[in-house]
C-alpha cells in the first residue's frame, strides 16, 4: 500500500545535539513538506520541496535544516540552534498540480528534549 | 505567519449531538479543506470544497464553501465517540501551488 512514513515515533535529544526525523514516501509524490505542531497553534510550515535537489523555507525554518536528495525521502533535522525543539513534527507529501488535492501526511514523530 | 482562524477552539459534548464549527480567513481562498487529527496521529482528509456556496458530505460530515470565500462551515450529525480529535480547515498559500495554511484546530470531545 502507497504511504507515508515518519520514523521514529517518539525521539529525546539532550540540550545542544542535533537529531534527524526521517520522512520517506511511496506515493509518487513530486512535493512534500515538514510541519511542526504545538497546542492551541495548529500546523506551522517549517520547510517544503516542490522537485528534487530544491526546497524552501516556510514560516518557522530556523534552527532546522532539510535535505531532499531523493524523490521518496525528505529528512529534517533539528540543530542545536533550535531553541524549543520539543514538539510533535509531521511530514506530508501531495501531487503539487495547480489545483490543492490536499496532502497525505505521516503519522508524526513526538521530539523531547531532555 | 499567516493564520486560519476556526471556532470553537474547543467543544465538549454528549454523544449523539450534532456539532458545529467554523473557519474563517481575511483573504479569499479558492479551495478549502477539513482535516481531522487522531491523537498521536497525523490529519487525514475529510472533505474538499473548490467551488464558492458548494455543499460536500461525507457520511455524517457536512461541510460548505462560503459564499464570500472567505470562511468553510463543518457541521458533524449524531456524534459518536470515535468523532474525538482535533479538526483542521485548511487552504492554498498560494494559487500555483499546493502549499497549505492550516488553521488553529477543533478539540472535539464526546461524551457517552
Known amino acids: 500500500d502507497g504511504g507515508i512514513t515518519q520514523s521514529p515515533k517518539y525521539l529525546f535529544r539532550k540540550e545542544g545535539q542535533n537529531v534527524t526525523l526521517s520522512c520517506e514516501q511511496n506515493?509518487?509524490?513530486?512535493?512534500m513538506y515538514w510541519y511542526r505542531q504545538d497546542p492551541g497553534q495548529g500546523l506551522r510550515l517549517i520547510y517544503y520541496?516542490?522537485?528534487?535537489?530544491?526546497?524552501q523555507k516556510g514560516d518557522i525554518a530556523e534552527g532546522y535544516s532539510v535535505s531532499r536528495e531523493k524523490k521518496e525521502s525528505f529528512p529534517l533535522t533539528v540543530t542545536s540552534a533550535q531553541k524549543n525543539p520539543t514538539a510533535f513534527y509531521l511530514c506530508?507529501?501531495?501531487?503539487?498540480?495547480?489545483?490543492?488535492?490536499?496532502?497525505?501526511f505521516g503519522s508524526g514523530t513526538r521530539l523531547t528534549v531532555v | 505567519g499567516q493564520q486560519l482562524n476556526q471556532s470553537p477552539q474547543s467543544m465538549f459534548i454528549q454523544e449523539g449531538e450534532d456539532v458545529s464549527m467554523n473557519c474563517t480567513s481575511s483573504s479569499i481562498f479558492n479551495t478549502w479543506l477539513w482535516y481531522k487529527q487522531d491523537p498521536g496521529e497525523g490529519p487525514v482528509l475529510l472533505i474538499a470544497?473548490?467551488?464558492?456556496?458548494e455543499l460536500t458530505s461525507n457520511g455524517r460530515l457536512t461541510a460548505q464553501f462560503g459564499i464570500t470565500r472567505k470562511d468553510s462551515f463543518l457541521n458533524i450529525s449524531a456524534s459518536i465517540p470515535s468523532d474525538v480529535g482535533i479538526y483542521f480547515c485548511?487552504?492554498?498559500?498560494?494559487?500555483?501551488?499546493?502549499?497549505?495554511?492550516f488553521g488553529t484546530g477543533t478539540r472535539l470531545q464526546v461524551f457517552p
Open positions: 520541496s516542490q522537485i528534487v535537489n530544491d526546497f
Open positions: 506515493l509518487n509524490h513530486d512535493a
Open positions: 470544497l473548490y467551488k464558492a456556496g
Open positions: 485548511a487552504g492554498p498559500l498560494d494559487y500555483n501551488t499546493d502549499k497549505l495554511i
Open positions: 506530508a507529501s501531495s501531487i503539487d498540480e495547480r489545483r490543492t488535492y490536499g496532502y497525505t
